[in-house]
């Protein structure tokens, strides 16, 4: 059965630093990945995804995310982070069937919450 | 683009009546999904439904949650009778079926508080 682990539960940067969250899946085949972010009160954004092809990806907000197929990692980064992005992150993966085909629903890691020092 | 609209925003009610939540989807959009948000549990897929169709509903924790779809701009979530223990965040979310790993809409969700 897929996975998404996500290990860090709680990040604080100080703005304008790098950041990088870290994301873990289990899949058999080519996965279809995703960032998605959350702010208090929203419902989720999509940040970027992946399907196939370059595995560097861009998204929005000044976002990028890296596929790694040897480590089985997506890691989302951004080169300066802002006191806006502060929120929660979360990574997700495309789930199949039993026969292998997509069902259309994402499996959700538990998230890691962003805090931004001033 | 109206985006995903979920209503209520928020909910309060006393144990043993009854709740429905309701999901208007992107229209255009053929696939919607009812999750549920808990600080325990995270992210829930409780259901979804493809061209108003239930598809999968092994995460609808007991026969006192159901769900429907009537028509393609419209879906309800029902809890009869309701437990302090499903007090949670539920969101809808839609997507165009046609493409694997089609990315997911969702609404701002319905904040459920069953005393």
């Known amino acids: 059965a897929q996975s998404v682990t996500q290990p860090d539960i709680h990040i604080t940067v100080s703005e304008g630093a790098s950041l990088e969250l870290r994301c873990n899946y289990s899949?058999?085949?080519?996965?279809?990945l995703f960032w998605y972010v959350q702010s208090p009160g929203q419902g989720l954004q999509l940040l970027l995804k992946?399907?196939?092809?370059?595995?560097l990806v861009q998204g929005i907000k000044g976002f990028e995310a890296e596929f790694k197929r040897s480590q089985s990692s997506f890691n989302l980064r951004k080169p300066s982070v802002h006191w806006s992005d502060a929120a929660e992150y979360f990574c997700?993966?495309?789930?199949?069937?039993?026969?292998?085909?997509?069902?259309?629903?994402?499996?959700f890691g538990k998230g890691t919450k962003l805090s931004v020092k001033p | 683009d109206a985006g995903v609209i979920q209503s209520p925003r928020h909910e309060v009610t006393e144990m043993g009546q009854e709740v429905t939540l309701r999901c208007k989807p992107i229209?255009?959009?053929?696939?919607l999904f009812w999750y549920r948000q808990t600080m325990m549990r995270g992210l829930e897929l409780l259901i979804y439904?493809?061209?108003?169709?239930?598809?999968?509903d092994s995460g609808m924790p007991e026969d006192r949650f159901s769900a429907k779809m009537p028509n393609a701009s419209f879906s309800t979530l029902k809890i009869q009778p309701s437990e302090p223990r499903d007090s949670a965040v539920y969101f809808c979310?839609?997507?165009?079926?046609?493409?694997?790993?089609?990315?997911?809409?969702f609404g701002n969700g319905t904040r459920l508080t069953v005393t």
């Open positions: 979310a839609s997507s165009r079926l046609g493409g694997e790993g089609s990315p997911l809409h």
């Open positions: 899949y058999g085949a080519t996965p279809y």
């Open positions: 992946y399907f196939s092809g370059d595995t």
């Open positions: 997700a993966v495309g789930a199949t069937g039993n026969y292998g085909g997509s069902q259309g629903n994402l499996i």
């Open positions: 229209s255009g959009h053929n696939s």
């Open positions: 439904f493809n061209n108003n169709v239930p598809i999968d």
